[in-house]
């Protein structure tokens, strides 16, 4: 049982479209994060969020926690091809925060 | 030196013998994982430290697959008798595991190809 479900699991758009992922969860988790990998190397936190409701921006990036934590999304307003990469959420839940469970993934390729 | 970082960044070797990972994670973190990932794929999770002990070994593959973290550094992953399936990226994070804030600082991962 996947405990945390991203889509797309596949994206392929043309600079300068906007593009939201999903991650969702039937847990409640006590923090979520977002981060982006790029071929050859490890994964780069983009974002860690932790209140429900929460709405983060990071530049072009806005990221949304749900009401009731068990959600996120990640939303990418006029994307360039340097936004090509890997995303990945993570959710670490109250009954064991040391651990964190992650998607699957998005992988996102920004056309020129 | 700022970030998690492991050692070696290639590892080439036949089927059959022994290797060993090495993390070293950022000076003060707690916590520290080890993961799998495949080409395209998303990560596995292998194991947690919290300190030198490991409350979660549950996504260890195999006997074959072992690990250890010292003096609540760093931490070794050790393969023994590797298998073609046992090619993948390893990566290691770490994190200050602070108030059910567990936000995981990754390395570069290790590139692991079994012939």
């Known amino acids: 049982t996947q405990l945390l479900e991203q889509s797309p699991q596949f994206l392929s758009i043309q600079e300068g479209e906007n593009l939201t992922v999903y991650c969702n969860s039937s847990?409640?988790?006590?923090?979520l994060q977002w981060y982006r990998q790029e071929p050859g190397e490890g994964p780069v936190l983009l974002v860690t969020?932790?209140?429900?409701?929460e709405v983060k921006k990071l530049k072009r990036l806005t990221f949304q926690f749900g009401d009731a934590r068990k959600d996120s999304s990640l939303h990418i307003t006029a994307a360039q091809p340097g936004d090509t990469g890997l995303y990945l959420c993570?959710?670490?839940?109250?009954?064991?925060?040391?651990?964190?469970?992650f998607g699957d993934g998005t992988t996102l390729t920004v056309k020129p | 030196g700022a970030g998690v970082s492991q050692s070696p960044s290639n590892k080439v070797t036949e089927k059959g013998k022994d290797v060993e990972l090495r993390c070293d994670p950022i000076s003060g973190h707690t916590a520290l994982y080890w993961y799998r990932q495949s080409l395209g794929q998303g990560l596995e999770f292998l194991i947690y430290f919290q300190g030198n002990s490991a409350p979660d070994k549950s996504g260890l593959p195999s006997d074959r697959f072992s690990a250890e973290r010292t003096g609540g550094s760093v931490s070794t992953l050790t393969i023994q008798r590797t298998q073609q399936e046992d090619s993948a990226v390893y990566l290691c994070?770490?994190?200050?595991?602070?108030?059910?804030?567990?936000?995981?600082?990754f390395g570069p991962g290790t590139r692991l190809t079994v012939l």
């Open positions: 847990s409640v988790f006590s923090s």
């Open positions: 994070a770490s994190s200050l595991d602070r108030g059910g804030v567990n936000t995981q600082y």
């Open positions: 969020v932790v209140t429900g409701g």
């Open positions: 993570a959710g670490a839940m109250y009954t064991n925060a040391g651990k964190s469970t």
